[in-house]
């Protein structure tokens, strides 16, 4: 269980995550997996809620791939390679988790094949109607993970924050 958060700023963004990993129903090591919900690699930030698995899959993936275009055409082909990266892998091509991709000042919502380009803030996850809440009042995203592990049983620290300028 999770929670991501993002806020567009005026010279790029900023994402927040818990770290909060469970296997069943018992949290393990969050201090240990601080890396497990959002990660960045080649100057692409993700954010990614869901199956542990999938986060995992999508650094290693990012690794050797990269985004073509900073927009919804760019994520959509991203995504394309990797359900097939996937496929060959495991044997299971599909999008299991939500992510909030940002590259070059953007952020992208991704939902299944559903891809949309976050304009003001937005946040995933079992804590995202709170986090939402405090990013509707103009907080940063770290205090919009705070809310949300507050208020959530599924969202514990410690909270990693993200921030890219412009290119």
Known sequence: M????CRILKDGFEMSADSQVTWGETQHGNETNKWAKMFEVKDIV???VGIAQD???MQLFL???GIATADERGILELLGEFVDWKKEKTDDP????TYLIGYKGKVFLIHQW???EVKKYAAIGSGADYALAVLYYGAP???AVEAAIELNIYCEKPIVTIRKNLP
């Open 46 to 48: 993700v954010g990614g």
């Open 141 to 143: 995203t770290e205090k």
């Open 94 to 97: 599909k999008i299991n988790n």
């Open 55 to 57: 986060n995992a899959l």
């Open 2 to 5: 999770s929670v991501v958060a």
């Open 114 to 116: 559903l891809i949309s």
């Open 63 to 65: 690794e050797t791939h």
